[in-house]
């Protein structure tokens, strides 16, 4: 009998923040470094791949980590995936485990991901790769539906998401940097903006709320003291009337 395999499957890492800023470096002077777009271009492609197949995994359907068949689970800890033309199996559990914390989500930013790796796939030139990564990760989740909840980069670049901003908001640019990636640039910075008065609204929005749920508490308690005076008022003259009616 053959031996049975057990390899937890692997996950594409993002794409590390010293490459893109090196792609960005080299663009603004103009330096066409074709391998560095590659690099940093099929890192992305991989990645997203990746971030669609544990998203299959977490709806029902894994895959074998070595031949990439598809797999339908129940989702139940200890159902067995099972590959038999690698002889491979794994329990959901352990497959589960293996991709959390990796920050494999697709979210808000799932239209921009399938578009990036659609035209990917078909470009050609240095410079068309180049325009569809610098589309690609100053993407918003959710900015189709204007909600500029975080950026989609997050899943993309390493960092924490204000680290991304502030990453994404130091790249170069210079008078080599094609029109396209200078137009994408100030889009970006309008959309930080946004993005930022929009989480103010929302701080103001919450405090308004909190101070209207306060008030209504101390008129609830305004109101209940009253009314417990005019109740002790009320006894205190049923006894005078009483006393003197003695
Ligand atoms: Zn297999």
């Avoid at 909840?149 to 994404?168: H, T």
Wanted: hydrophobic share 35%; aromatic share 8%; glycine share 8%.
């Amino acid at each position: 009998m053959t031996h049975v395999r057990h390899d937890r499957p692997t996950w594409a890492g993002r794409v590390p923040r010293h490459k893109i800023a090196e792609l960005y470096k080299k663009d603004a002077l103009g330096i066409c470094d074709e391998v560095l777009i590659d690099d940093v271009g099929i890192g992305l492609l991989v990645r997203i791949e990746n971030i669609f197949r544990a998203r299959a995994a977490n709806s029902g359907i894994a895959s074998c980590p070595l031949c990439q068949r598809e797999i339908p689970h129940d989702f139940d800890p200890a159902f067995l995936l099972c590959c038999e033309s690698c002889n491979w199996e794994l329990t959901w559990a352990e497959y589960h485990k293996s991709k959390q914390g990796k920050y494999l989500i697709a979210s808000g930013m799932d239209p921009f991901l399938k578009e990036y790796v659609e035209q990917y796939r078909v470009a050609r030139s240095p410079q068309e790769k180049m325009i569809l990564i610098d589309t690609l990760i100053h993407r918003y989740h959710w900015e189709l539906e204007g909600g500029l909840s975080g950026p989609g980069a997050r899943n993309l670049i390493g960092g924490k998401p204000n680290e991304v901003i502030d990453f994404l908001n130091q790249l170069s640019y210079g008078t080599s940097s094609s029109p396209e990636i200078l137009a994408t640039r100030q889009e970006w910075l309008d959309k930080v903006q946004k993005s930022r008065a929009q989480y103010a609204e929302a701080i103001k929005e919450r405090e308004r709320k909190e101070e209207k749920k306060r008030q209504k508490a101390e008129e609830k308690n305004r109101r209940r003291t009253l009314r417990e005076k005019a109740r002790q008022a009320g006894q205190a003259g049923r006894g005078n009337a009483g006393e003197s009616a003695r």
